[in-house]
């Protein structure tokens, strides 16, 4: 069971880049997933999340308004479209599901306690 990242790479600021996230092995349609990212020297931080139906998401603070998250779970896949790229965006993105939490009711999507299944990133660099 994985969690498999694509779509990073080099761009510009002000570019646009979309993360595909796909689950292997079993299905996530009714777990909550989410987005993270870490930057060399920092702590993994919380970027977006996304319940099982796509009824709620969530966001930081620092991508509301220019990333937007998504899923398919018919292909048991999760996406993250970044538009506006800044080069404080750079980091490996991570992407993360959840067996506990669907997303529909309270849960803590910002911590990643909340989530079991972690993919093994994607480098995201933004030049300025």
């Known amino acids: 069971v994985q969690l498999a990242e694509s779509g990073g790479g080099l761009v510009q600021a002000g570019g646009s880049l979309r993360l595909s996230c796909a689950a292997l092995?079993?299905?996530?349609?009714?777990?909550?997933m989410g987005w993270f990212r870490q930057a060399p020297g920092k702590e993994r931080e919380f970027v977006a999340a996304?319940?099982?139906?796509?009824?709620?998401?969530f966001y930081a603070d620092s991508v509301k308004g220019r990333f937007t998250i998504s899923r398919d779970n018919a292909k048991n896949m999760e996406y993250l479209r970044m538009n506006s790229l800044k080069p404080e965006d750079t980091a490996v993105y991570y992407c993360?599901?959840?067996?506990?939490?669907?997303?529909?009711?309270?849960?803590?999507?910002?911590?990643?306690?909340?989530?079991?299944?972690w993919g093994q990133g994607t480098q995201v660099t933004v030049s300025s």
């Open positions: 993360a599901a959840s067996t506990v939490y669907d997303g529909s009711g309270y849960y803590s999507e910002r911590q990643r306690s909340s989530y079991d299944y």
């Open positions: 092995g079993r299905t996530f349609s009714t777990s909550a």
């Open positions: 996304i319940s099982w139906n796509s009824a709620r998401t």
